[in-house]
């Protein structure tokens, strides 16, 4: 995550990855088999972290309001170089192509829904919601003028409040 946080997913090599972690780009490929699957892994991790991170922020929260706004933070990206974010970028650019692989993807995109359904109580809205912020998301990562990360808050904010108010009527 360093290396690519400091050089881009593009500019990164195996080498770099490799210097980072004390070995050589043939042990990182024996383990890996190629820069895809290691971005893979790291994706995994860094999900599987932050997904920790997240569960134990959110549980701290009782109002409903509060919950969302805090989800949609940890959602969206920090910024244009968000590394996390870039990950997710390339696995929408060059997805797994075994099965287990894509049900692994899916899994974690599940953990994000499946949070949200926690706070929200529905499903449907939940996966809407995050499909929602996947597009906000690569506003903020083209760093488009105008489409700043609280912009993009500000909307996924109140368009899950609008959808729970107009299910309470």
Known sequence: MYAIT???LDAVSMRDIAARAGMSPGHILYYFGSKDALLFAVLQWSETDLAVRRRSSLATIRE????IRRFCEWYLPEDARDPRWHLWVQMHARPPQDETSRGAL???????ID????????AALAERSCSLM?????????ALPGRTRARALRIATEALRAELRRDVR
């Not at 409903?64 to 919950?67: I, L, V």
């Not at 899916?106 to 994000?112: K, Q």
């Open 134 to 142: 996947d597009g906000l998301a690569f506003d903020i990562l083209l």
């Open 106 to 112: 899916l899994a974690l995109i599940e953990t994000w």
């Open 6 to 8: 400091e050089q881009g």
């Open 115 to 122: 949070d949200l359904t926690t706070i929200t109580g529905d």
């Open 64 to 67: 409903r309001d509060r919950a």
